[in-house]
């Protein structure tokens, strides 16, 4: 699967067919498409949409009305009235299916964490510990001017019991920290099986298992590493115009140069030359307009940052590739981080990015964790 044919164009009629939910259909006509002499990257293009088609439907679970009666259920004097709003105010994921409009698996998770005023009408509401906890973190680091945790991990794989074939050679990678940038003293502490770790030196770190498959066994990894990071004040005056010359090219599908995104660059830096104030201007923009959203599968974006600066939402890593491609149309240094969002309450996966600017370096920016504050 070529993702870099993402944003190769679909053909009109399978356009329409697949934004109509007519699936079953718009496979059988790819696969006689992929009889003929098609052009190289249209017929990757089609053989990509057909896994897209097979995958994105598995995520859309609620009907019209299922999704009503969540809401009616679970949010205090719901009225439907208000589904209409908040569905043209794009507060709900969707597609068609065969005609019908279903939700997304998790449409009332993201409108209780995006809309505050129906967080305090869900009946189980209770106040969000994770923000406070936050809030006492930021200001210890400012304090202090920098904080380390050690962060202890314990990931886990395993089969669906439908798809157990006993016997048969299985692969597992499971992802662990690479030591650079804030990550320090990565130590593994156990595996399940006997297995391998990739060197420092690539992108990404696995453990990696190989061996022939056992009903009911799970793969396991237990590690801890030091997150450090220091606080440091930024002064425009004392920037420079230096950088790198990396992290600024444009890399298909998604950090494309567009016209729309060279327009909108201008309305936020204006005649701005400054990098760091030019940064600043595209956080603001990111964290004050766009909507934090939960996301569909990203392998259905064609582009994540004209899907984001078009329809005014999306998660953090959505946001965080906007304002990369962003800062890179600017002339900034700017690329991608993706880990953990771990605290004592929660563990979850998180996306951000990092930007250079001389005489600091590479610093971070969190636009999802930012635009957090203007809803609170």
């Not at 990071?229 to 090219?249: F, G, I, N, Q």
């Not at 996966?349 to 999802?368: K, M, Q, T, V």
Request: hydrophobic share 40%; with cysteine.
């Amino acid at each position: 699967m070529d993702i870099r044919v993402l944003n190769t164009p679909l053909p009109e009629d399978l356009l329409k067919l697949k934004w109509n939910g007519q699936f079953e259909l718009m496979n059988q006509i790819i696969d006689q498409r992929l009889q003929k002499d098609l052009p190289s990257m249209l017929k990757e293009r089609l053989k990509l949409e057909k896994e897209i088609i097979a995958r994105m439907p598995l995520d859309f679970i609620y009907t019209k009305q299922q999704a009503l009666d969540i809401l009616r259920e679970r949010i205090s004097d719901f009225k439907d009235e208000e589904f209409d709003a908040l569905f043209a105010d794009s507060a709900f994921e969707f597609i068609f299916k065969e005609g019908q409009m279903y939700l997304k698996n998790n449409f009332f998770e993201n409108l209780i964490k995006t809309r505050l005023n129906y967080a305090q009408r869900y009946v189980d509401h209770t106040e969000d510990a994770g923000a406070k906890l936050l809030d006492e973190t930021i200001a210890a680091m400012k304090e202090k001017g920098e904080l380390s945790c050690r962060i202890h991990v314990k990931s886990s794989i395993w089969i669906d019991p439908a798809y157990e074939k006993e016997g048969k050679t299985v692969r597992v990678w499971l992802p662990v920290p690479k030591e650079y940038a804030q990550v320090e003293e990565l130590q593994i502490i156990s595996m399940s099986h006997e297995g391998m770790v990739n060197d420092n030196e690539v992108e990404q770190r696995c453990v990696y298992f190989e061996k022939p498959y056992k009903k009911g066994e799970r793969f396991t990894v237990e590690y801890s590493f030091l997150n450090h990071m220091k606080y440091v004040p930024l002064d425009p005056s004392a920037v420079t115009d230096y950088h790198p010359l990396k992290c600024l090219e444009e890399v298909k599908p998604h950090i494309v140069f567009t016209d729309d995104l060279r327009s909108l660059l201008k309305e936020i830096i204006g005649e701005e030359t400054n990098p760091l104030i030019k940064a600043r201007k595209i956080y603001d923009y990111i964290t004050s307009h766009i909507m934090y959203s939960f996301m569909r599968r990203y392998v259905t974006l064609p582009s994540i940052p004209q899907y984001c600066t078009t329809s005014m939402k999306g998660d953090c890593g959505v946001q965080a590739l906007t304002f990369i491609t962003l800062c890179r149309m600017a002339g900034i240094p700017a690329t991608w981080q993706a880990g953990l969002y771990a605290t004592p309450l929660h563990i979850g996966n998180h996306d951000w990015a990092r930007f250079y600017i001389e005489p600091y370096g590479w610093l971070y920016a969190d636009c999802s964790f930012g635009g957090s504050a203007y809803r609170a």
